[in-house]
């Protein structure tokens, strides 16, 4: 709507008199809109809006049963509006940005009015609230459109996210936070710890659009870490700052078709030279996130006496492929070809023949990232069945007074609700253990919670389908985000590890201590 336009006052009479083809208004939340000539070119159709229900009367029902509110406000549908209802103000109002939803469940307790949590302080509110209003601000439009045609995160975006530091942020608390100023000085690199970390993680998920999650630097999240832990001072000097600042892009690069969970397995080789001073890496590596525009590949070998990993920079006989997969291109999945890839041996991240560790100490912050990232994912889509099951009329009355589908909501409130106290917990843990102990005490727990958190968000997932019916199957309109959530929530069952081998890992690790003389 043009910001000179005038609004009219009118009453609901005198909009009842417009009524027909070429002279049609209704009424959405006390605002007039003429459709005299829109109405030919709605794309539902004329006799839609020439319902007795919707011409000249007030169709805000209808158009919640139809629509999701970002449609009034869409430019093109905005400048439809000629005036309001004499004595009437609008009452459904957006969330503003950076502001907290007031749906049920749909932010983690220590967000919701009244309520209390021993793990936060002034500093992760603040983290929280700087991080919504910017994900809402920056993140939110370019994910929706980068989702939809497959292009690479925009170049400003990321430009923004290494402004505030908000790379660094996702690779936790460390000496890599040193001399930072974190999201404007909200929070200091000292006192920067799990949960402050947690809150980014859970933040940048909400645009909703699984593609574009893994798209924005997802790659970087689990590929940097062996560099910042394992990578001599020359090659972090180097790469670190690169990274950080959005400059250069950065893939983890495991995983091949022979070999995914059995690491150990892997067939990709590097061979020393003569002079033992480079490395020659031949073999692949699939399904590699951010592959298709990284410039440097951390990856696993197999040498001669065992596993290396090496830091390898895109060059002379690295060749990426796109694979196509069930989200959007954006991610930068890929297949990748090193064939003769000469590497010095300086690149060598550990010790060499001592890959195996390197992966091993990466994967506890790697799931437990991604259990941030699939509990957040998780209250989103219960929050759009929360909503959805209030505004949408069934038999006379809203869904949301049908037995069953209250059934249904409180089931998905319990899953994720649970995961996020068992996620919350174990980032206590993390708080007040060594790196050491983590890796003893914790592998075992991250590993069946991550199993949680993916199971019961496909069981969230199966359930807001039914919510939703069609729309929950349709690309676009009011069920998109459910209908995205369905297709791609399995990713998160995969990556890091199948369910099954988390929970086998989890397990394995449980019955260690069991003690011997136990006997029920």
């Given at each position: ?160 996210m290494a402004e505030m530091n908000i790379n660094a942020m996702r690779l936790g608390p460390g000496k890599h936070l040193k001399g930072l100023k974190l999201m404007g ?336």
């Open positions: 709507m043009s910001a000179t336009k005038q609004l009219r006052t009118i009453t609901r009479d005198e909009v009842a008199k417009h009524n027909r083809p070429g002279d049609l208004w209704v009424i959405i939340d006390a605002k007039v809109y003429d459709l005299s000539r829109f109405s030919s070119l709605h794309p539902g159709g004329l006799a839609v809006l020439l319902d007795e229900e919707v011409a000249g009367q007030d169709a805000t029902e209808v158009f919640y049963q139809l629509h999701r509110h970002e449609i009034l406000q869409k430019p093109g549908y905005a400048r439809l509006q000629i005036g309001t209802i004499d004595g009437e103000s609008s009452i459904i109002k957006p969330r503003a940005a950076g502001a907290p939803s007031k749906i049920p469940y749909a932010e983690p307790s220590w967000l919701t009015a009244g309520f209390k949590s021993p793990y936060y302080k002034e500093s992760h509110r603040n983290l929280q609230q700087a991080m919504r209003k910017f994900v809402d601000e920056i993140v939110f439009p370019d994910a929706q459109a980068r989702e939809l045609d497959g292009k690479r995160i925009s170049q400003s975006v990321v430009d923004a000085g909200i929070v200091q690199p000292e006192e920067f710890d799990y949960f402050h970390e947690l809150v980014v993680s859970e933040e940048l998920v909400r645009v909703k659009s699984r593609g574009y999650i893994d798209g924005m630097l997802g790659g970087m999240v689990i590929g940097l870490p062996p560099v910042l832990n394992f990578g001599s001072e020359k090659l972090k000097q180097q790469v670190i700052p690169e990274v950080f600042s959005g400059k250069k892009f950065i893939s983890l690069a495991i995983s091949e078709a022979f070999a995914g969970s059995d690491v150990a397995g892997l067939k990709c080789s590097a061979k020393k030279t003569e002079d033992g001073k480079h490395f020659i890496i031949n073999g692949t590596k699939k399904w590699i996130t951010n592959a298709t525009f990284s410039d440097y590949f951390t990856v696993g070998c197999a040498t001669d006496g065992g596993l290396t990993v090496l830091l390898v920079p895109r060059g002379p006989g690295v060749e990426t492929t796109p694979i196509k997969t069930t989200y959007s291109a954006c991610a930068g999945t890929a297949y990748i070809t090193f064939d003769d890839v000469k590497v010095p041996v300086e690149n060598v991240l550990g010790k060499e023949n001592g890959g195996l560790q390197v992966i091993l100490s990466n994967f506890n912050h790697e799931r437990w990232a991604m259990c941030c990232s699939s509990i957040g994912n998780h209250r989103t889509t219960v929050e759009e069945c929360f909503a959805w099951a209030s505004q949408r009329q069934v038999f006379g009355k809203p869904l949301i007074e049908q037995a069953v589908v209250r059934a249904k909501l409180a089931n998905m409130a319990a899953r994720v609700e649970s995961a996020q106290s068992w996620l919350e917990n174990i980032t206590h843990q993390m708080n007040n253990m060594s790196y050491k102990e983590q890796s003893m005490k914790l592998a075992g727990q991250i590993a069946l919670l991550k199993r949680y958190c993916t199971s019961t968000a496909q069981d969230t997932a199966r359930e807001a389908v039914q919510l939703f019916g069609g729309r929950g199957i349709t690309k676009t309109g009011m069920g998109r985000f459910i209908e995205h959530y369905h297709a791609t929530v399995p990713f998160d069952a995969l990556l890091g590890g199948a369910e099954d081998v988390l929970g086998d890992l989890g397990v394995r690790q449980a019955v260690r201590g069991i003690p011997k003389n136990a006997r029920l």
